[in-house]
């Protein structure tokens, strides 16, 4: 039942056919219809409201009960989608149709939090009974202060907390968070001896944040010590997470024996069905230069996990293209359209970026338009990454008809943004070679995605003093955001006379 309600949300949130991945090739070999979480992607529209769904699943007659909704509560949040997450969570709360924890209420004023903002989460805090204040709602309160990055407000309601015998590891992890996230990296390991002082029992959390603080400001040896520390702890010990956190601290320190042993380390303690795990040890050999722990890791990967998602052939090709080998990451890119997985852009994209890192960008632009030849069609970064290739090779006919085709598919990928440099070596080159229509057309193909700079007015500028047309227009919208007329601009301006 929870599978089917959660269909019908998701269904609701975006055009079935154009969205919902239901070919058992894209994501499972599972065939039972209900179970719809192992056969589908839910990239939906989070602007469509699933109240109306909800309503309409209890007008049909259906049972909805707690442990549903907060699923779809969860899944929804592990995607970022919380404005649709609140309206769960508060639908929830107002139908009456089953017990409201303090854990539900804890999520929901989180949700409120990111959505409408720290003066309606503090609102609807204050609101509560006394009794429902617990811990886990003064834990969310505080979650939210740190994720604003307010120190004092964070600090006040930490010791509110101790006050009331609130003090979990998590509480202290967050308020290390917090020195993380506002930049004041020497007072991490303030708080974890706080912690201990307080007869708090550190987590492996605790000490991964604490570590990351020394890596972040160069403190090996204090970072090795804090490490040993924890291996001796036997209630928390060690997990593959912390030693692969090490091992990379090391590998930017330069420190390769170091982190090769940390490596060993780490995967000693993978689970050999960890894809996660695998990607990150791949990752990290592949940074160190070594081929041949990374082609072993792929193996072991192969064999030990049922299958390999997009996700581990973005990981595997891009370690590949790092070290150069493009004729092995071609022969994965193969193997990688024999899959069955779904056929996500981000993957070709990674070799795209390797030929034209290596001048090779005559032969990415014919890969990108076989693809287009057998019916796929390419995101704006495709096209924008081989656009980027031709400004580097001075080639500005074939950059601008590339960018142009990435611009005619951006209607489909809102979040595309193309560089600003690339924009304005093709725009410079455009005014000069083309008429004022086909500028004109061009810059508005990229309204929408990227904001003019100083560089693209002057650009159009220049062209529209050389046609004899009219700049008071652009002069006015350049006034709107707040680019001064320099000399070089008024220079142009004045050979209108």
């Known amino acids: 039942m929870?599978?089917?309600?959660?269909?019908?949300i998701l269904h609701k949130s975006r055009n079935f056919t154009s969205t919902f991945l239901l070919s058992k090739r894209c994501c499972s070999t599972d065939t039972n219809p209900r179970n719809i979480f192992s056969r589908i992607s839910p990239l939906g529209d989070p602007s469509i409201n699933v109240v109306p769904v909800l309503d309409k699943w209890l007008e049909e007659g259906n049972a909805v009960d707690g442990l549903q909704l907060q699923r779809i509560i969860k899944h929804l949040r592990s995607r970022n989608r919380f404005t649709q997450a609140l309206q769960v969570s508060e639908w929830m709360s107002s139908k009456g149709l089953c017990p409201i924890s303090s854990g539900d209420q804890a999520v929901q004023l989180d949700l409120i939090g990111r959505v409408r903002g720290l003066d309606i989460a503090e609102s609807y805090f204050q609101n509560l009974s006394g009794k429902d204040k617990t811990e886990k709602l003064h834990g969310a309160l505080l979650n939210c202060y740190v994720r604003e990055g307010l120190v004092d407000k964070s600090l006040s309601q930490m010791q509110k907390m101790k006050d009331m015998g609130f003090a979990s590891p998590l509480n202290y992890n967050n308020i290390m968070c917090l020195y993380t996230r506002t930049g004041q990296l020497e007072k991490v390991p303030g708080v974890l001896t706080l912690m201990k002082e307080d007869g708090v029992s550190p987590d492996i959390v605790s000490y991964r944040i604490c570590i990351n603080s020394y890596g972040a400001r160069s403190d090996i040896v204090s970072m090795e010590k804090l490490l040993e520390e924890m291996e001796k702890e036997r209630h928390i010990g060690s997990v593959w997470m912390t030693y692969s956190t090490v091992a990379n601290i090391y590998i930017k320190a330069g420190l390769k024996e170091k982190a090769l042993i940390c490596l060993k380390k780490c995967e000693d303690k993978v689970d050999k069905r960890n894809t996660i795990a695998?990607?990150?040890?791949?990752?990290?050999?592949?940074?160190?230069?070594?081929?041949?722990?990374?082609m072993r890791l792929?193996?072991?990967q192969k064999a030990n996990c049922k299958k390999q998602l997009n996700r581990e052939y973005i990981t595997m090709l891009g370690s590949l293209v790092k070290l150069g080998d493009l004729d092995h990451a071609e022969n994965l890119l193969a193997e990688w359209e024999l899959s069955g997985n779904c056929y996500d852009f981000r993957v070709p994209n990674i070799l795209l970026i390797g030929y034209s890192q290596r001048g090779l960008i005559e032969k990415a632009e014919t890969m990108l338009r076989s693809m287009v030849e057998k019916g796929k069609t390419p995101t704006p970064d495709s096209w924008a990454i081989i656009a980027s290739g031709?400004?580097?090779?001075?080639?500005m006919e074939k950059a601008f008809q590339c960018m142009k085709e990435a611009a005619a598919v951006q209607t489909e990928n809102k979040g595309w943004r193309p560089k600003p440099n690339v924009i304005s070596s093709i725009l410079n080159w455009v005014t000069i070679n083309r008429g004022i229509d086909e500028v004109e057309d061009f810059v508005n193909s990229l309204k929408t995605v990227i904001s003019l700079n100083r560089d693209m007015y002057l650009s159009l500028i220049k062209i529209y003093v050389r046609c004899g047309k009219e700049v008071d227009r652009i002069l006015e919208i350049m006034k709107a955001?707040?680019?001064?007329l320099d000399e070089e601009i008024e220079e142009i301006l004045n050979m209108r006379l």
């Open 2 to 8: 929870a599978s089917a309600l959660f269909s019908a």
């Open 278 to 294: 695998y990607n990150y040890l791949i990752s990290h050999y592949a940074s160190l230069g070594n081929k041949n722990a990374m």
């Open 298 to 300: 792929w193996k072991l």
């Open 390 to 395: 031709y400004v580097a090779k001075e080639n």
């Open 481 to 484: 955001d707040n680019i001064e």
